[in-house]
């Protein structure tokens, strides 16, 4: 963000595909695969009817859990096994015919979600969770009918009931963690207010949010949510924005300066142009990232869905291999079914394949309401293994509000006033740091302004344009030099940044500015280092500035004058060096460095969101959220790997114990047992995803 490259306004491309990583694919989220597709939903149509089904699923899991509640108490009182343990008798004529029926109402109502999931799956090609739930309760339930129409052994029923039971209330739960999940990202849908007040001439009118267009006018209420993105025109208040940046502390808004739809406005009253339409508002862009990045599938998420499928081979070989064993050593038909239905359900690879979309669920929701945008999960994942952070200066370590310390004429003839005015007039049209300054340091000295022509950028030296039939130009000291022979040399201050200003090829005199270092830049260092991570800046800024601010902060090193073209050189060395680098910049002019980083950090305001060439965007410049992003990308690594550990462990050693390997020691599960134990993997999987939660500067 160094001036010397600011001036170049043109987006820059350069090594975008680094991004383009073919793992990340979109696709359903793995809960959604496994519950049979029927939770499939239209990410295009809005996330609004996605929650609306969402919630019809956990109705229709409720609806079905009761009605097998019900069913499921005649059916054990029915069954001969739980008659022998409670020491009752209970028989009347067609008792038998009565348990079929029951219990053929809970395998066709309370299975139907897992036998037209096995269908599907079937029909995929992709056996997976349903399949194995499908295949064991249809066994079972066929085993049964079997033994009522004459088959020697004991039936099935009550096992089946419970089974199917407890199933339909492990989904139940499941699905409802998913949906907690998304709360993050609902809560920040309903950020958006419905109406707005559109200012038309004299008259306020309430329109819908949905209706404003650009250039529209609307009036913000004190205590009301701004409605739309855009620049305040009249009156002054502070906004709380800290639902959409993360920032705790309000921030004061004046004329001209940019609103964020959704920040809740104080105690002023202030018009707003509205700068485009909702589709393409901040809170737009931000809901969508977040939706495209829990849908997107990172290396790990695809380890964790190689894994399930490799969990449900396992499970359907395991199970017929114990069917197997237990019928060829002389036990009764019932028994070997009965282990290997355990078996298959014990197996279900359900905790697995939630391991690690649950906690993006929440991790990518999360980031979103603490500033940090994810567009890129395998970036966000890799954070966990930064070695170097490479820190732009300007704006980022620095406040990159720079004022004017001294300014003084070179030439005869030209007052230093005049210098000051002559660079004013080029920098006009730049929104550049070092502009600003020049521009506020002419006004306060109530200088006139005569207006620039042909204003043009040189690319990452400068700006050069016509006033008043002088050819100005305002350059960098390293252009100075190399373009200019009679460049003097100038005392430049610790802290400062110097400029040039050239006058019909002649340099005229220099503009020293100076910006100030963050508050939170120096902790924000400190805690990196602390966590061993090195702090490297990198600036176009002269090598006097770039020393005292890298001292100043306790950095490892810095890297001094370097043009945009060269970032990405500097940030190659490091690699070469062995470093795995995260490059933290403004995401338009450092685009080539930040695609060749491991892992692009852009520093942008959210309305440049789409442009940016970087796996992650901060929505504010603080130092300390790279920090947050870095700890933050530990923490979720670290719930994933707990969650896929569990997932896995339980298996582990569930596995053997439903098979019956300490059968002689008189330990058995029956498929209820291993349907609860099931569904408790699945439960701890949810909770521990849901722990997640961004502290500042903490774990």
Request: proline share 3%; charged share 15%; hydrophobic share 45%.
């Amino acid at each position: 963000m160094e001036h010397q490259h600011q001036h170049d306004h043109t987006h820059m491309d350069g090594g975008k595909s680094a991004h383009d990583h073919s793992a990340m694919e979109h696709s359903e989220q793995q809960h959604q695969d496994q519950h049979g597709k029927q939770d499939k939903h239209d990410h295009h149509g809005g996330h609004g009817g996605h929650h609306d089904h969402h919630a019809m699923m956990i109705a229709d899991f409720r609806k079905r859990f009761f009605v097998v509640l019900v069913l499921t108490l005649p059916v054990m009182l029915l069954s001969q096994m739980i008659q022998h343990w409670l020491g009752i008798n209970i028989h009347f004529p067609g008792d038998n015919y009565l348990l079929l029926a029951l219990s053929s109402v809970v395998f066709f109502y309370g299975g139907w979600p897992f036998l037209k999931g096995w269908w599907e799956e079937m029909k995929g090609r992709e056996p997976g969770m349903m399949t194995l739930i499908g295949f064991a309760i249809t066994v079972a339930y066929i085993y049964s009918v079997a033994t009522i129409a004459g088959l020697k052994g004991m039936d099935f029923f009550w096992e089946l009931t419970t089974l199917i039971l407890i199933m339909l209330l492990g989904h139940w739960i499941e699905m409802k963690s998913i949906a907690g999940a998304s709360r993050e990202l609902e809560l920040l849908v309903q950020l958006m207010p419905d109406d707005a007040h559109l200012v038309h001439g004299e008259h306020i009118m309430d329109v819908k949010t949905a209706t404003l267009k650009e250039g529209d006018v609307i009036l913000v209420k004190p205590g009301e949510k701004v409605a739309a993105d855009g620049k305040v025109l009249e009156g002054t208040t502070w906004l709380n924005e800290s639902m959409l940046t993360g920032e705790s502390k309000p921030v004061e808004k004046q004329k001209n300066d940019n609103v964020i739809a959704g920040s809740i406005n104080g105690n002023g009253a202030i018009k707003v142009a509205v700068a485009h339409g909702a589709a393409n508002s901040y809170l737009s862009q931000v809901v969508k990232l977040v939706q495209d990045a829990q849908q997107s599938k990172s290396k790990t998420q695809l380890l964790a869905d190689k894994a399930a499928r490799w969990l449900t081979g396992i499970a359907i070989l395991s199970g017929i291999v114990t069917f197997l064993y237990w019928w060829g050593s002389g036990r009764e038909l019932a028994f070997a079914i009965e282990r290997m239905v355990t078996v298959i359900v014990i197996c279900c690879p359900h905790a697995l394949g939630l391991a690690v979309p649950l906690v993006i669920a929440r991790s990518t929701a999360l980031s979103a309401r603490h500033g940090l945008l994810i567009k890129n999960r395998t970036d966000f994942e890799n954070s966990r293994n930064i070695t170097t952070i490479v820190f732009d200066k300007t704006g980022t370590l620095t406040v990159g509000r720079f004022e004017v310390v001294r300014f003084e004429s070179l030439q005869q003839g030209i007052s230093k006033e005049m210098v000051l005015q002559l660079a004013a007039a080029v920098e006009g049209s730049s929104e550049h740091p070092i502009a600003t300054g020049i521009i506020s340091k002419a006004q306060a000295l109530q200088l006139s302004l005569p207006a620039g022509a042909n204003i043009q950028a040189i690319t990452g030296k400068g700006i050069t344009g016509s006033v008043d039939g002088k050819q100005v130009q305002v350059i960098s000291p390293g252009y100075a030099t190399t373009g200019f022979s009679n460049a003097p040399a100038v005392d430049i201050q610790a802290g400062e940044t110097l400029v040039y200003v050239v006058v019909d090829n002649t340099i005229a005199g220099f503009i020293a500015l100076a910006d100030q270092i963050r508050p939170e830049s120096a902790g924000a260092i400190a805690t990196l280092q602390a966590n061993h991570i090195k702090t490297t800046l990198l600036t176009g800024d002269n090598k006097v500035v770039a020393e005292s601010v890298s001292k100043q902060l306790g950095m490892d090193s810095f890297i001094a004058e370097v043009l945009p073209h060269q970032k990405l050189d500097k940030i190659r060395e490091l690699q070469q060096q062995g470093e795995f680098v995260a490059m933290t910049g403004d995401g338009i002019n450092d685009a080539p460095a930040l695609a060749q980083a491991n892992v692009g950090i852009a520093i942008g305001s959210g309305s440049d969101i789409a442009a940016e060439t970087a796996g992650i965007v901060l929505v504010n410049s603080n130092p300390q959220d790279v920090v947050n992003l870095v700890l933050f990308g530990k923490a979720t690594w670290r719930k994933m790997m707990q969650n896929l550990a569990w997932a896995t462990g339980y298996n582990i050693i569930a596995l053997p114990l439903a098979a019956g390997v300490l059968y002689k020691e008189g330990i058995l599960l029956s498929p209820a047992a291993g349907a609860v134990l099931m569904t408790v993997s699945t439960v701890v999987v949810a909770i521990n995803a849901s722990l997640l939660k961004v502290k500042n500067g903490g774990k």
